[in-house]
């Protein structure tokens, strides 16, 4: 693999990244390549994953690239073709707030919020199936919760310190070994009943 390491988090802050994310498929891309940061991957390899044609992903993987979300880390000559290896361009993603408010990019947010609540619903609904599923190892709370501007904010440095803590241990060889856990942190301001 090439020198290039994926940032901590992302934070997503342009309508050209939003653009990019704005697509079921291209989500699941970059899902894919997040989900394993020790693997480069093939347009083949990736569309064998998703059960997708590779000739469909190209145009895909190329915008992901250009929005810096995955990296082209190896490039080598394969029975005389061209084969690139992709990589994800970060370990996590963060949607920065002024988003949904623009009217350029405040449709693609919000689709791009509908497609990672989907995403977890199915996964969490996935695990409990499964017969060696462990609930008890599950953790899903929800809280309801009157706060002021300034309790608010708190909660959510809080929260991202927290996030940010256990995310900065993943960088140990110790740790490869240890079973993957999906954390989603959300937190809503809601109208009054």
């Known amino acids: ?3 290039a390491k994926p940032v901590r988090i992302r934070k997503v802050d342009s309508a050209e990244t939003i653009k990019a994310l704005a697509d079921p498929l291209r989500l699941r891309i970059l899902t894919l390549l997040m989900g394993d940061r020790e693997r480069a991957w093939t ?3 990736i569309a064998a994953s998703l059960d997708q044609s590779v000739t469909k992903l190209y145009h895909h993987v190329k915008q992901l690239e250009q929005a810096q979300l995955i990296l082209d880390v190896e490039t ?3 029975s005389g073709i061209v084969e690139h290896r992709y990589a994800a361009g970060q370990r996590g993603l963060e949607f920065d707030d002024a988003l949904y408010g623009s009217p350029e990019t405040k449709d693609a947010s919000i689709a791009n919020v509908s ?10 609904v996935g695990y409990l199936g499964r017969a060696d599923a462990e609930p008890e190892r599950m953790m899903l709370s929800k809280a309801r919760l009157r706060l002021t501007a300034d309790e608010a904010d708190e909660l959510r440095a809080a929260m991202e310190n927290l996030l940010a803590e ?5 960088d140990t060889k110790a740790r490869k070994a240890l079973p993957r856990h999906e954390v989603l942190m959300v937190m809503v301001p809601q ?3």
Do not use: I, Q
């Open 1 to 3: 693999m090439s020198a």
């Open 43 to 45: 347009v083949k390899e």
């Open 76 to 78: 080598r000559l394969v």
């Open 115 to 124: 497609y990672l609540l989907d995403e977890v619903r199915d996964e969490v």
């Open 166 to 170: 256990y995310t900065g241990r993943r």
């Open 191 to 193: 109208p009054e009943d």
